[in-house]
């Protein structure tokens, strides 16, 4: 095993997991449900399911009530958070940026 190798492989199998933890859990940037539904119509559950990462019946779960009802962790918060600074930040871009964006990107695609 060469030297890169083996560094990546000591990295890989020491990574403190516990202090990984406690550093996300420690970030603040999360958003509830009704925090993110306050700035964005969201029509279909299925858009929780991309934005979040996670299953339907998770995503079910959030939105039931009584015993079957379970909160957004505080993973899927930080994912919601996430979301809405990128909506947030592709509304106060120029309407022209993402429109050429998409042009070259759909003029590469068909490059290809």
């Known amino acids: 095993m060469d030297e890169q190798a083996q560094g990546n492989h000591y990295f890989r199998s020491h990574i403190d997991l516990e202090a990984w933890r ?3 859990d420690s970030r603040s940037d999360q958003m509830t449900l009704e925090e993110f539904g ?3 119509e969201v029509p279909d559950r299925k858009i929780y399911m ?8 998770v995503v079910d779960h ?3 009530t009584g015993d079957s009802h379970v909160p957004p962790t505080r993973y899927h918060q930080r994912r919601l958070a996430e979301a809405h600074h990128h909506f947030m930040a ?3 871009m120029p309407h022209r940026f ?3 964006y998409f042009r070259i990107i ?3 695609a068909a490059a290809s």
């Open 22 to 24: 406690q550093y996300v």
């Open 38 to 40: 306050q700035f964005w």
């Open 50 to 57: 991309e934005i979040c990462g996670c299953a339907k019946s």
């Open 62 to 64: 959030w939105f039931s």
């Open 90 to 92: 592709l509304q106060t």
């Open 98 to 100: 993402p429109v050429l």
């Open 106 to 108: 759909s003029a590469d």
